[in-house]
């Protein structure tokens, strides 16, 4: 019997349980008897579904931030708020794949910031980074008239998109084959990630052509970022709802269990990570499209803010629980969250105490509702 007809036989006789992300409420399901309303029907789904709390959240708090500053539900500042944080929400949605088969990935901000650089350098002085070397690539690519010389900025963006799956598929080899331990399998390719960047570019620097740049973060509200940002999320739905994403559930929910259904354990971890490395990636390019410019240092601070918005949107760290649209949400609050700050004149040395503070007491609103649905 194949592995997945013997694994969705499996679910359909309950011997794998495996944790969704949305269950379905039917009438099937509520008990001999039952006049329960379809309101009420609708209500129970809703506060099952872990991306609740943190929708609830992003609600008030962006309420809050329109009272502060009018100005902010305007298509500039709009456009503005996603060009800034479309790197945040597209590394928040990749690693919740890596959390969906219960594991952990650090090296999303590092990756995310060398794709930033080889997608600067290759579009800037192209093949003479192999001949230049990195630091000699470096130099010229912030000198007029050498800066454009290099590739189209579509292909730089792809060779950096596919070195980023390279990183994420080798990351998944050490967990799923090597049998490292993620947290410090990933922590060391981050470092490898953030060594090669600082080799390749020692500071922050270099530029990008304005025509590759063009209309993104334009003034008007359906912007580049937010075309960009539905069609990952578009992406991401597929994927999870695809035959790769329940078996990455099923791992998530019951290594155990997946072994005994014949599930091939090792490709599907693999397999997340490497979809981890391809969001990374992609991340660097939105980062590159905004700021045009390449920055070594950014990686650490993007892997704790995507982390979080992963598990404010109802990631689960164990496994067995994740999907695209809460970890959107989550980094956005996130995003939302620093424009509240700055909104009401929080001292710098003050503002990562109220980003702590926001993020434990979302943290406890989702834990709550995830003891909730269990009862």
């Not at 994420?168 to 799923?176: F, T």
């Not at 359906?222 to 790769?244: G, R």
């Not at 045009?292 to 240092?297: C, I, L, M, N, R």
């Not at 001292?347 to 406890?364: K, N, R």
Request: glycine content about 10%.
């Amino acid at each position: 019997m194949r592995p997945q007809r013997h694994l969705h036989e499996l679910l359909r006789k309950g011997s794998l349980a495996v944790t969704t992300t949305n269950p379905p409420v039917s009438s099937e399901s509520l008990p001999s008897g039952s006049t329960k309303p379809p309101a009420a029907q609708i209500r129970t789904v809703v506060l099952r579904w872990p991306g609740t709390p943190i929708i609830a959240l992003f609600g008030a708090v962006l309420v809050v931030c329109t009272v502060l500053r009018p100005a902010f539900l305007t298509a500039p500042s709009l456009s503005g708020f996603l060009s800034i944080f479309a790197p945040t929400i597209c590394l928040a949605i990749g690693v919740s794949f890596v959390m969906l088969v219960g594991s952990i990935d650090l090296s999303i901000g590092p990756m995310m910031g060398f794709a930033n650089i080889l997608t600067v350098l290759l579009g800037s002085v192209g093949w003479q980074l192999f001949s230049a070397g990195p630091s000699g690539a470096a130099a010229s690519c912030s000198t007029e008239g050498v800066c454009t010389q290099g590739l189209p900025f579509g292909v730089a963006a792809t060779l950096a998109i596919v070195v980023t799956a390279i990183f994420g598929l080798l990351n998944g080899i050490l967990v799923a084959v090597v049998r490292l331990q993620p947290l410090l399998a990933t922590l060391a390719s981050g470092f490898v990630a953030t060594g090669l960047g600082l080799w390749f570019f020692p500071k922050p620097g270099g530029r990008v052509s304005p025509d590759a740049v063009g209309n993104y973060g334009a003034p008007h509200l359906l912007s580049l970022p937010l075309v960009a940002i539905a069609t990952i999320v578009v992406v991401s739905l597929v994927l999870s709802k695809s035959p790769l994403g329940v078996l990455m559930r099923a791992v998530g929910s019951d290594r155990t269990r997946a072994y005994s259904a014949r599930i091939r354990v090792s490709w599907v971890t693999i397999a997340a990570f490497t979809t981890s490395g391809v969001f990374a990636g992609i991340a660097g390019v939105l980062f590159t499209l905004s700021v045009a410019s390449a920055d070594p240092t950014v990686g650490v601070t993007f892997t704790l803010n995507a982390i979080a918005g992963a598990v404010l949107g109802g990631a689960a760290l164990k496994g067995g629980r994740a999907e695209p649209i809460g970890p959107l949400f989550g980094a956005a609050t996130l995003g939302l969250v620093g424009v509240l700050i700055d909104a009401l004149d929080i001292p710098t040395y003050y503002q990562q105490l109220a980003s702590g503070i926001v993020i434990v007491l979302a943290l406890a609103s989702t834990a709550r509702t995830a003891q909730r649905r269990k009862v």
